[in-house]
């Protein structure tokens, strides 16, 4: 799991919660046209993932989960959230829920997601973060929530 890098990990999740939704027929507490909501948020979620990875971009730093960090970014969204491409995902992985009917099971994808995100990804990257930058990522640990 080590190399699966967090988009497909978020496409994974977003197709496994269709197909079980559908394939189990899991009551859907959202129906039409009242599921519609989960469009807007899905736009919000994938759009603070860019925002975060387009400032990555811009400053020509690594983007690569996997990967030596190679700057640590503290402008932007980066003020408010340490983690807004996650945060994003997570959020854009509700709005499918909410589109796909809001199910139990669905809401429990996002939750796995969450989980899988909090504890394996961004703990491997707090751990190379605060090894490469030491002090400094301390203190912006400390200005700065994990998810918001």
Not at 22 to 36: E, Q
Not at 78 to 87: G, I, K, W
Not at 91 to 97: D, E, Q, R, V, W
Request: charged share 15%; glycine share 6%.
């Amino acid at each position: 799991m080590k190399k699966l890098l967090p988009p497909v990990l978020f496409l994974i999740f977003i197709i496994a919660m269709g197909l079980m939704c559908w394939s189990i027929s899991a009551t859907h507490l959202l129906v039409f046209p009242f599921n519609l909501i989960g469009l807007p948020i899905i736009s919000a979620g994938l759009m603070l993932a860019m925002t975060g990875k387009q400032l990555f971009k811009k400053l020509e730093t690594n983007i690569m989960t996997f990967d030596e960090p190679t700057m640590l970014v503290t402008e932007g969204i980066y003020q408010y959230t340490r983690n807004p491409m996650y945060l994003g995902f997570t959020i854009a992985m509700l709005g499918f829920s909410m589109l796909m009917g809001a199910s139990v099971v669905s809401l429990l994808m996002v939750v796995i997601f969450l989980f899988i995100t909090d504890r394996w990804y961004i703990s491997f990257e707090e751990q190379m973060m605060h090894t490469k930058f030491g002090k400094d990522y301390e203190e912006y640990c400390r200005k700065v929530r994990r998810w918001i």
